[in-house]
Nanobody
């Protein structure tokens, strides 16, 4: 029902920046809460950030707070994750996810994009 297409991953040096993008196919984008998750090799999937349907409310994992910024553009049906001051421990596959307004569970996931931070 909702397809998510991610882009923007890559290889950066310690302290560098990247911006990830996630385009949603749904015309009901304004009814979706959008989130970012990540998973490093051998580790569990980890919550990174979420933004509410209206683009006002945001939450961040403690590990990225102050360094990452989530935002959304309703005209483009796109959510972004600006990552600054990247650290090697940020290396992971980053996934875009979406859930319907009012739901607890993320029902839609992107394919994942690799972010690698070299030391």
């Amino acid at each position: 029902q909702v397809q998510l297409l991610e882009s923007g991953g890559g290889l950066v040096q310690d302290g560098g920046s990247l911006r990830l993008s996630c385009a949603a196919s749904s015309r009901a984008f304004m009814n979706l809460n959008m989130g970012w998750f990540r998973q490093a090799p051998g580790k569990e999937r980890e919550f990174v950030a979420v933004i509410g349907f209206n683009g006002v409310n945001t939450r961040y994992a403690d590990s990225v707070k102050g360094r990452f910024t989530i935002s959304r553009d309703s005209a483009k049906n796109t959510v972004y994750l600006r990552m600054n001051s990247l650290k090697p421990e940020d290396t992971a596959v980053y996934y875009c996810a979406a859930k319907w307004r009012g739901d607890q569970e993320y029902a839609f996931w992107g394919q994942g994009t690799q972010v690698t931070v070299s030391s």
